[in-house]
């Protein structure tokens, strides 16, 4: 694409206004709301979300994960904490999550600080996998440098099924200070509400766009 075209590209949005009126008390409710209305219309993994990371020494680091669960203390995923991410992430507990919506005119943002589940939870969550992708949690050194696909698929296939969790495997909770509810408007007039947490109340704000 040449540079030209590439400065032209642009979705003008013409969703209805999202007021403070709109939103649930609780973003938590008013985070299911949307879920639940993305998978109704109809897309892709819904539950994709970017999961942004930085090293201790400000470094940082994006890509895609896919939320488990969630409730008002914050949203799980689950990984292997050797990867990039999971280093990261034990250098600099904090994280932002990003779930892209635009089929909907919508993105949710999300600012907060990264905790470990119990033993217990991950194991739970570990379970709950399909059997193929236990033995590929088993079998995949994340992030590091491998020698080829045949490789990784002899050490998967050396996996038993019934093989347990690894230690290094597990689940982590972004528990928000922030999550920002993004609805695209005309001439990039954009609603933005955001819940922030102050002390241990949550207030709704509007912000710029």
Same mark, same amino acid.
């Given at each position: 694409m040449d540079p030209d075209a590439l400065a032209r590209l642009r979705q003008d949005y013409d969703a209805p206004p999202l007021t403070e009126s709109d939103l649930a008390p609780?973003?938590?409710v +008013?985070?299911?709301?949307?879920?639940?209305?993305?998978?109704e219309f109809g897309l892709a993994e819904p539950n994709a979300m970017i999961l942004a990371t930085a090293a201790g020494d400000g470094r940082p680091?994006?890509?895609t994960v896919l939320l488990r669960s969630f409730d008002a203390t914050g949203f799980v995923f689950n990984t292997n904490r050797r990867s990039r991410k999971?280093?990261?992430?034990e250098s600099n507990p904090r994280a932002a999550l990003v779930f892209p919506w635009f089929?909907? +005119?919508? +993105?949710?943002?999300?600012?907060?600080?990264?905790?470990?589940l119990s033993g217990e939870e991950s194991d739970a969550s570990f379970a709950l996998r399909p059997?193929?992708?236990?033995?590929?949690?088993?079998?995949s050194p994340q992030s590091e440098v491998i020698p080829s696909r045949a490789w990784l698929e002899q050490a998967r296939d050396a996996v038993p099924e019934d093989a347990p969790r690894p230690e290094h495997w597990g689940g982590l909770r972004v528990v928000p200070d922030a999550v920002e509810f993004w609805h695209g408007r005309r001439d990039r007039l954009h609603d933005r509400l955001r819940y922030r947490r102050e002390d241990?109340?949550?207030v709704i704000e509007r912000l710029g766009p």
């Open positions: 609780e973003w938590d +008013q985070f299911a709301r949307w879920l639940d209305e993305a998978a680091g994006a890509r999971g280093r990261e992430i089929a909907m +005119q919508r +993105q949710v943002v999300v600012d907060g600080v990264v905790e470990s059997a193929g992708a236990r033995r590929s949690a088993v079998a241990t109340a949550w």
